[in-house]
């Protein structure tokens, strides 16, 4: 029901402002009374940018700390692991910005000497720290699944401890893996709260130390006062849309690779 909700909803504002226009077009200027434009590429380029910037700062992380947790950590040290990836878990969303927008933001205008802190890298950085509970919780429990066997075997032929776990047991399991990077990046994809607190909210081309604005944050912004059956409210449900399409993108391109790669 949602899917054709969105598609119902989404589909007007691209048929009337034209697929290219709305796609590629670099000026969102919506409220403009001589000429309405509805270019929605600079946070399109954004989220994407944001997005995968996030992950290679915390999947790498979480993918590493879950192996530690569920292969080499003692258990008191795993225990206290777990209880604060639970706690990072547990903060909402509103909080995560309110620290970024007090401290990180702060911080990068000082040490980066910055006319405003505000910036696709504070984004970054506290995507990257949104999704690695995710990560960890999920990574964590398909190594943990992993079959002993597998890795008494590897290390009766020889291997290390440390081969054996990235060389065996991490591909064992790849799909769980998988489904952590996939939840990963919904998240990080999907925040609109805390990256609406520290991006700086101007429509610009992506810049790593400059304001910007995602596509969520873009209707988190301009929902509350577009007019109901307005071309603005309808393209901002095209926004919506658009971020559906990527997730499930995601998920093709990645159940594809998995396929390829168990083949």
Do not use: C
């Amino acid at each position: 029901a949602i899917s054709v909700y969105l598609v119902v909803s989404g589909l007007p504002a691209i048929l009337k402002v034209g697929a290219a226009k709305f796609f590629f077009g670099t000026a969102w200027e919506p409220t403009n009374a001589a000429e309405p434009r509805f270019g929605i590429l600079p946070m399109i380029l954004t989220s994407l940018y944001g997005t995968a910037a996030a992950a290679a700062l915390g999947v790498p992380i979480g993918f590493f700390t879950a192996l530690y947790l569920s292969k080499l950590a003692p258990k008191p040290a795993a225990a206290w692991i777990r209880a604060a990836v639970n706690l990072l878990a547990g903060i909402p969303s509103v909080v995560y910005g309110l620290v970024g927008m007090l401290v990180l933001v702060p911080a990068l205008r000082r040490f980066l000497n910055l006319p405003a802190g505000d910036s696709l890298l504070a984004a970054i950085i506290v995507l990257g720290v949104m999704i690695l509970p995710s990560v960890i919780s999920v990574s964590e429990a398909a190594l943990s699944a992993v079959p002993h066997e597998y890795e008494e075997g590897s290390l009766a032929l020889g291997a290390t401890e440390v081969e054996t776990y990235l060389r065996v047991s991490t591909k064992a399991a790849r799909s769980g893996l998988a489904a952590s990077v996939v939840l990963g990046l919904g998240r990080a994809i999907g925040e609109a709260m805390a990256i609406l607190m520290v991006a700086g909210n101007v429509a610009n081309m992506p810049a790593l130390l400059g304001s910007v604005r995602f596509l969520t944050t873009g209707i988190a912004i301009e929902m509350n006062y577009a007019g109901h059956g307005t071309l603005q409210r309808q393209a901002l449900f095209s926004i919506g849309l658009t971020l559906f399409l990527f997730i499930f993108l995601i998920n093709i391109v990645l159940q594809l690779v998995l396929k390829r790669a168990k083949e």
